[in-house]
């Protein structure tokens, strides 16, 4: 991965009002791989019995660790898009935790990328969501 790579994707999470309104942070990024963190945030709660966040943030922080992902490939180009994203809720985020979201960009064709990704909160290895995309490769 070049350095240019790397500028790109962390100005690609840098550069969304959506991903900043939500504070999430880039915390490792190269060949193919990228780790995103999102702090707990009350306002971001969709369940106010149990203080659980809302399934969307989590989709949200999936969403953008997987483009930052593709972003770092080392044979994708310096723009994607989200064509096709699968999550699989497996079970409520702890209230008062982060969530840490990995993903991995596993196969890059002339046009598309595909990738996997895990969200876990702080409470161990049990994922909060799994995901599976495909992703746009532009520029190339």
Known sequence: MTDRQTQNAKQF?????????????????????????????????????????????????????????????PDAGAGTATIDLRIDYMRPATPGQRIRTQAHCYHVTRSVAFVRATAHDEDGDNPVATATGAFTVEGR
């Not at 959506?18 to 060949?31: C, K, P, R, W, Y």
């Not at 780790?35 to 953008?64: F, R, W």
Request: charged letters at 10%; a negative charge; aromatic letters at 2%.
């Open 13 to 73: 999470i840098e550069a969304i009002p959506h991903a900043v309104a939500l504070g999430m942070e880039l915390t490792q990024i190269g060949d193919g791989n990228a780790e995103i963190c999102m702090p707990y945030n009350p306002q971001l709660v969709g369940d106010p019995k149990t203080g659980v966040i809302h399934g969307g943030a989590v989709s949200a922080l999936m969403d953008t660790c997987c483009g930052a992902a593709v972003m770092s490939h």
